[in-house]
């Protein structure tokens, strides 16, 4: 992983391909190594979402502990962890944390930023950031979060700063930003794919609607 200080869109494409698995599914150790460089993209636009930050590490907490108990075998990949937890009707037991559910509250996430990010590389240096912002905001995670957060999280969108700053502020200096840049619609491919097979697994176990 890369230093904390910039998004490193090389190390997420590579997780994000590991993940990649025969058969349409996703493993979720390589899953969860990419998602976790880029959650660094939401601690460096500022403070926006760092209540979807703190909660996104919370989750990954919630898996490791999936990975790493006595189920751990189920907990290998997203079909494999959707299918045990349906079997036995985990995802509907109470006191249980489900890691379908879990997982899900990820995957919303992933849409927003894989979104923002692309928005923003393709917006002009005069775009208006936070419009960039409210609008990915609002096509994705937006729906599932109420109202007070939703309310919080687009004023907090009016302190982004202009998109030449903002990009130097995820990837760096001009050297870096120039090679992220190149990278970028690379990882964004990844993103996509890890993103509608994920997403394909949630409608097939009919998982969408976990509360």
């Not at 349906?86 to 849409?111: A, I, P, Q």
């Not at 005069?126 to 939703?150: G, M």
């Not at 760096?172 to 697994?201: F, K, W």
Request: proline residues 2%.
């Amino acid at each position: 992983m890369s230093n904390d200080n910039n998004l490193d869109l090389h190390y997420v494409q590579q997780s994000f391909q590991r993940s990649l698995k025969e058969d349409d599914d996703v493993i979720i150790e390589a899953y969860i190594d990419g998602y976790n460089e880029l959650v660094k993209f939401l601690n460096l636009i500022g403070t926006v979402f760092s209540f979807v930050s703190s909660d996104v590490k919370s989750k990954i907490k919630v898996m490791e502990k999936h990975r790493e108990g006595e189920h751990a075998v189920y907990y290998d990949s997203f079909q494999k962890m959707m299918k045990y937890e349906k079997d036995t009707n985990l995802h509907e037991k109470s006191g249980f944390v489900s890691g379908s559910r879990t997982m899900l509250r990820l995957h919303r996430g992933l849409d927003f930023i894989r979104l923002f990010l692309k928005r923003i590389s393709e917006a002009e240096d005069s775009a208006n950031t936070c419009a960039v912002c409210q609008a990915a905001y609002n096509e994705t995670l937006a729906e599932f979060h109420p109202w007070y957060i939703r309310k919080a999280a687009t004023l907090a969108m009016h302190a982004l700063p202009h998109r030449p700053d903002l990009l130097k502020k995820i990837f760096g200096n001009d050297e870096s930003l120039t090679a992220a840049l190149a990278i970028l619609p690379q990882t964004l491919s990844s993103c996509d794919e890890v993103y509608q097979r994920v997403q394909r697994l949630y409608t097939e176990f009919d998982f969408h609607g976990l509360p």
